[in-house]
């Protein structure tokens, strides 16, 4: 049967790639149309791709699900906030609660498929050495990116129940790592020096370009229902990691971290987002055997690949630079 998909938020450099790999993927993969959506024109090459100017969290959502008789949601508009906190709010949960009513009333909507975080579960001093699919935040989440993505995935479950006949997917993925995906993580690997918190060494996970387009590809072309962790095998300390791409570390205390790192930052001219600070004190590890075992697919770059893939395509840094003179 030949699907009609429709990705959310192709106007990100993320959903944009994921888009015209569906559209790559083709008859090959049974996919008739891609159809993208934004409120905003993607700077990337269209390529296949359709192209339609629409805000999710209004109503015409719907129209656009109908005319274009779309059978397959990949929901990718689900980002951290780059400017402020409301505009990012209103987007992740909002769009999404707009975007599920839209698919409830669909004639035609029967899969669904939503690139989640692994922020949904958190990062504290209690969390377990890994977490499964069935675990949730210890502390729980009461602010930020995090308490979207719970919100978010609270409303898909909600939306499953009304809508059993929906196959939903999941995709509780750690941060993509490479150069044409703008995240919280590559924009700060991006410094020439990088803050952390004084007395704390995170564990960080990764995952590549090439493993989550392949998974989403996957999800739409066959039936995967369920919640997956995705992330490169192995976990990298933050300290290995500053070692690794050649960036010397700026120890800060934890009293008042968020704010003195950003200020740091943008000196350097770029910018961390506020939730990434929890993220650097306390790290996170996901396991992601059932997405091996249940979902059937197999990793192909760790996470300490996936982060030295990364650092070939910067500029080298600081300590690197000293390696050399001496």
Do not use: W
């Amino acid at each position: 049967m030949s699907r009609v998909v429709l990705v959310t938020g192709v106007a990100g450099s993320f959903a944009s790639l994921v888009a015209r790999r569906l559209v790559e993927l083709g008859d090959e993969a049974g996919i008739e149309k891609v159809v993208g959506i934004d409120t905003t024109l993607p700077d990337a090459d269209l390529g296949g791709m359709k192209f339609v100017r629409a805000d999710i969290r209004t109503p015409v959502i719907g129209k656009v699900i109908a005319v274009e008789d779309v059978d397959t949601v990949v929901h990718l508009d689900v980002n951290p906030p780059q400017r402020g906190r409301v505009g990012g709010k209103e987007l992740n949960v909002i769009g999404t609660m707009q975007l599920l009513a839209a698919c409830q009333r669909s004639g035609t909507v029967g899969k669904l498929v939503l690139g989640s975080s692994a922020a949904v579960y958190g990062s504290s001093p209690r969390d377990p050495a890994m977490f499964n699919e069935s675990l949730l935040a210890r502390n729980g989440v009461r602010s930020g990116f995090p308490k979207d993505i719970v919100e978010v995935e609270s409303y898909v479950r909600g939306f499953a129940r009304r809508r059993p006949d929906v196959i939903i997917t999941t995709i509780r993925a750690a941060q993509v790592l490479d150069e044409a995906v703008d995240s919280p993580l590559r924009n700060y690997f991006s410094n020439p020096v990088l803050p952390s918190v004084l007395g704390f060494d995170p564990r960080l996970q990764f995952l590549s370009l090439a493993d989550a387009l392949a998974i989403l590809g996957e999800a739409v072309e066959h039936d995967r229902p369920g919640t997956f962790n995705a992330a490169g095998d192995g976990v990298v300390l933050l300290s290995q990691a500053a070692r690794r791409l050649g960036r010397p570390l700026l120890p800060m205390p934890r009293l008042g971290f968020a704010t003195a790192a950003s200020r740091v930052v943008r000196a350097m001219g770029s910018d961390i987002p506020p939730d990434l600070h929890r993220l650097l004190t306390f790290g996170r590890a996901i396991d992601t055997s059932a997405l091996r075992d249940i979902f059937g697919y197999e990793l192909t770059r760790t996470s300490e690949e996936t982060l030295d893939d990364f650092g070939r395509t910067l500029r080298p840094g600081i300590m690197s630079a000293l390696g050399r003179r001496a």
